[in-house]
């Protein structure tokens, strides 16, 4: 027997959801870090070499 799609409808809501708001948060991050990628792993020495 097979499941109805309007029972996957509020699945299909919320992972549609999730995705454009993590594409809009990582757009934002991207957007704030003046158009080049986040660094990732910084550690005390990098922090203060870019004040």
């Given at each position: 027997?097979g499941?109805?799609?309007?029972?996957?409808?509020?699945?299909?809501?919320c992972?549609?959801?999730?995705?454009?708001?993590?594409?809009?948060?990582?757009?934002l991050?991207?957007?704030?870090?003046?158009?080049?990628?986040?660094?990732?792993?910084?550690?005390?020495?990098?922090?203060?070499?870019?004040?």
């Amino acid at each position: 027997m097979g499941v109805p799609f309007e029972a996957l409808l509020p699945y299909a809501v919320c992972l549609g959801m999730f995705g454009f708001s993590g594409a809009a948060l990582s757009k934002l991050r991207h957007m704030q870090n003046g158009g080049k990628r986040a660094r990732h792993s910084v550690d005390q020495w990098d922090r203060q070499s870019t004040l």
